[in-house]
């Protein structure tokens, strides 16, 4: 999806914090989401926010949104190896029928 | 047993030959969506469909065709198949406009 954008790649140590960010061009999106691809797996929701919204936390997963800037992050705390995977995020516009996708990034997890 | 089964998971098949990817939903959605997945690029949307009489273009659906059988049943052809359809393809189905989509394990096709 060429209106998300992501970096392809992010390695941490396991322990640490990792973040994932995500810029979309398109204001008139009312639901971002995050998901999460493990090898040979199809994608599983992560987590949404609503495009009114700035922050939302669960558990050890923290969604920024900055639609000032057009920007989204995905902050996973006490990064584990069961994390490494490929993490997308998506927006849903309005007047659109489907979800366009980032081109996701691969989060590696070092012991 | 999977929500949302695809059918095959892996497939070889040679330039020009007719397949079939075949995908069924337990979850009672209404929508249903074909992907495809490349290295770098993310999903792109193919064809999607929102009931059984309705059947709607993607933004890169030239050289698919797709069939919704019943309301659980999405199946996308490629009538002549070609190496640059090499891919991961995924069906998903999402049950309303603003809840998430649920996505099958994903058919890795190879055309040689």
């Known amino acids: 999806g060429e209106d998300v954008e992501q970096s392809l790649f992010l390695s941490v140590r396991e322990g640490d914090s990792s973040v994932i960010n995500c810029t979309y061009t398109?204001?008139?999106?009312?639901?971002l989401y995050w998901y999460k691809q493990e090898p040979g797996a199809g994608l599983q929701l992560l987590t949404y926010?609503?495009?009114?919204?700035d922050m939302k936390q669960d558990q050890r997963l923290t969604v920024l949104l900055n639609k000032k800037d057009k920007h989204l992050s995905l902050r996973i705390a006490d990064t584990q190896t069961g994390d490494s995977a490929i993490y997308f995020c998506a927006e849903r516009r309005t007047g659109r029928r489907a979800l366009t996708f980032g081109s996701g990034t691969r989060l590696q997890v070092q012991p | 047993d999977a929500d949302v089964t695809q059918t095959p998971r892996n497939r070889i098949t040679k330039t020009g030959k007719r397949i079939m990817l075949e995908c069924s939903q337990t979850k009672g959605h209404d929508r249903m969506y074909w992907y495809r997945q490349d290295p770098g690029l993310g999903l792109r949307l193919i064809y999607y469909?929102?009931?059984?009489?309705?059947?709607n273009k993607g933004e890169i659906s030239d050289g698919y065709s797709v069939s919704r059988q019943a309301q659980a049943k999405f199946s996308l052809s490629l009538e002549s198949a070609i190496p640059n359809q090499t891919a991961l393809y995924f069906c998903?189905?999402?049950?309303?406009?603003?809840?998430?989509?649920?996505f099958g394990q994903g058919t890795r096709l190879t055309v040689v």
């Open positions: 926010i609503f495009s009114n919204m």
């Open positions: 998903a189905t999402s049950g309303g406009k603003d809840t998430e989509a649920f």
């Open positions: 469909s929102f009931d059984v009489k309705d059947i």
């Open positions: 398109d204001s008139s999106s009312t639901y």
